[in-house]
């Protein structure tokens, strides 16, 4: 199996989305056609295809790189990296936007 589709498939029958189906039918969801169906029509697949983009673009690529001290393109450790740094950068930009809003910022 394409590791795009294995990634994705993660996705889908995660707890994330798990827990947001659940909430959805008010009720836990353990059906993975199901758990599909809410993915897809929630907007996940076209979420994931963005995020897959940029994980798998140069700057992302470049980033990886750097990163690990070797030309990485490998698309399990780019995906992997984007997914741990993206996220560590939203959750740094909204810290450095509420530190602003509260009078004082962390940017450099």
């Given at each position: 199996?394409?590791?795009?589709?294995?990634?994705?498939?993660?996705?889908v029958?995660?707890?994330?989305?798990?827990?947001y189906?659940?909430?959805?039918?008010?009720?836990?969801?353990?059906?993975?056609?199901?758990?599909?169906?809410?993915?897809?029509?929630?907007?996940?697949?076209?979420?994931?295809?963005?995020r897959?983009?940029?994980?798998?673009?140069?700057?992302?690529?470049?980033?990886?790189?750097?990163?690990?001290?070797?030309?990485v393109?490998?698309?399990?450790?780019?995906w992997?990296?984007?997914s741990?740094?993206?996220a560590?950068?939203?959750?740094?930009?909204?810290?450095?936007?509420?530190?602003?809003?509260?009078?004082?910022?962390?940017?450099?």
């Amino acid at each position: 199996m394409h590791c795009r589709v294995r990634m994705q498939l993660a996705e889908v029958l995660g707890p994330l989305n798990r827990w947001y189906c659940s909430q959805a039918y008010c009720q836990d969801v353990d059906d993975e056609d199901l758990l599909l169906t809410y993915y897809v029509k929630s907007g996940g697949a076209a979420d994931f295809a963005d995020r897959y983009d940029e994980a798998m673009d140069p700057l992302n690529r470049w980033y990886c790189s750097q990163f690990y001290r070797r030309d990485v393109r490998e698309p399990e450790v780019l995906w992997e990296y984007y997914s741990h740094h993206a996220a560590l950068s939203r959750r740094g930009s909204h810290h450095q936007t509420t530190s602003e809003q509260d009078g004082w910022s962390i940017a450099g």
